[in-house]
């Protein structure tokens, strides 16, 4: 599977982006994909995940109520919508299709994106 993150940017603290987690490969609507995001200095972090039907859906605390994620596996794309950008959002967003075991570790992550770069300015 590769995937190929887009629709970073940056934008006003308060605004709203949606990044694109575009796959090609192998069947990718089998798989559950997490967003994580890494901000300079910092760890990568885990910010949401999908199951492969997307009908199971989970959020780090930081990004509840403020970020939606879906999929659409006709177009083998997830999406991540951002919305009431805050400033600590700032960092690459990296999508990942998960081989097995907790949708909260990285290290259950087997594909992984390029990253794209989410700047929130004040």
């Known amino acids: 599977v590769q995937l190929q993150a887009c629709g970073g940017g940056l934008v006003q603290a308060g605004g709203s982006l949606r990044l694109s987690c575009a796959a090609s490969?192998?069947?990718?609507?089998?798989?559950?994909v997490g967003w994580f995001r890494q901000a300079p200095g910092k760890e990568r972090e885990f910010v949401s995940s999908?199951?492969?039907?997307?009908?199971?859906?989970s959020y780090a605390d930081s990004v509840k109520g403020r970020f939606t994620i879906s999929r659409d596996n006709a177009k083998n794309t997830v999406y991540l919508q951002m919305n009431s950008l805050k400033l600590e959002d700032t960092a690459v967003y990296y999508c990942?299709?998960?081989?097995?075991?907790?949708?909260?570790?990285?290290?259950?992550?087997?594909?992984w994106g390029q990253g794209t770069q989410v700047t929130v300015s004040s």
């Open positions: 490969g192998r069947t990718f609507s089998s798989y559950a």
């Open positions: 990942a299709a998960l081989y097995s075991g907790s949708y909260y570790d990285d290290r259950n992550y087997a594909y």
């Open positions: 999908i199951t492969w039907s997307g009908g199971y859906t």
